[in-house]
């Protein structure tokens, strides 16, 4: 337990870094108070939910560890795992870089509105852990995994996708950049081809997926997609 608990906080320290460095040497700067906060109503979240999740489903802990490229199991989503990184950390790196240039500029209070919007997102990911101690790193059907149709599952299939999408359009305008949105684009791509390989091994896995997906018609967005 205490080796699943060192492995989430070495990630969390891992990722913080990372973006850190991203944000301000693309910026140029420390004085960068939208990159401050956006990173700060990051990582607080974040970390609250792991601290959550590690005292109360360590198994659900352990399955969100299991995570990243290698340790997917098809080829086709070592694929979009690479590029949904690489565009998860554009998604810091281009408006840090809109900063520094000055290519564009939002008010405060869009700024604001972008932190919302990942909270929002974060909102969504602790309610989808609280409802599914399934909800693994990578594409895989857990030894006596059930259907979960409870919760936000009663409204679109993946929710935790939903979170994901919310909170990565919020991050650009949080940290003060119009040209940062563009990264939008290619992570709904990923995301899009990520769910829909996702569902089809599910249908073929998963006792009861299939049914699921005729009553539960939205991937996404309710009444939408």
């Known amino acids: 337990m205490k080796d699943?608990?060192?492995?989430?906080?070495?990630?969390?320290?891992?990722?913080?870094?990372?973006?850190?460095?991203?944000?301000?040497?693309s910026a140029g700067t420390l004085h960068y108070w939208q990159g401050w906060?956006?990173?700060?109503?990051?990582?607080?979240?974040?970390?609250?939910i792991s601290a959550y999740v590690a005292k109360h489903d360590p198994a659900l802990l352990e399955r969100r560890l299991k995570a990243g490229p290698?340790?997917?199991?098809?080829?086709?989503?070592?694929?979009?795992?690479?590029?949904?990184?690489?565009?998860?950390?554009?998604?810091?790196?281009?408006?840090?870089?809109?900063?520094?240039?000055?290519?564009?500029?939002v008010p405060a209070w869009a700024a604001i509105l972008g932190d919302v919007l990942v909270l929002a997102g974060f909102a969504i990911t602790f309610a989808v852990f609280k409802e599914n101690t399934y909800t693994s790193g990578i594409i895989e059907v857990a030894e006596n995994q059930k259907v979960i149709s409870t919760g936000p599952y009663a409204m679109v299939r993946h929710p935790l996708y939903s979170g994901a999408l919310i909170m990565l359009f919020g991050i650009p305008l949080a940290m003060g950049s119009l040209w940062g949105l563009l990264t939008f684009i290619p992570m709904t791509i990923v995301i899009v081809w990520r769910l829909l390989d996702e569902e089809?091994?599910?249908?073929?896995?998963l006792v009861g997926y299939?049914?699921?997906?005729?009553?539960?018609?939205?991937?996404?967005?309710?009444?939408?997609?």
Do not use: N
């Open 4 to 25: 699943l608990h060192r492995k989430a906080l070495i990630g969390i320290l891992r990722t913080l870094v990372i973006l850190v460095a991203t944000t301000f040497i």
């Open 70 to 105: 290698k340790a997917e199991k098809q080829a086709v989503q070592k694929v979009a795992q690479v590029v949904a990184s690489i565009v998860f950390l554009a998604d810091f790196f281009l408006p840090a870089l809109d900063h520094r240039f000055g290519w564009s500029s």
């Open 200 to 205: 089809k091994f599910l249908a073929a896995h």
């Open 37 to 48: 906060t956006c990173l700060a109503v990051f990582f607080v979240p974040a970390s609250a």
């Open 210 to 225: 299939t049914e699921y997906m005729a009553r539960v018609r939205c991937r996404l967005a309710p009444s939408i997609w």
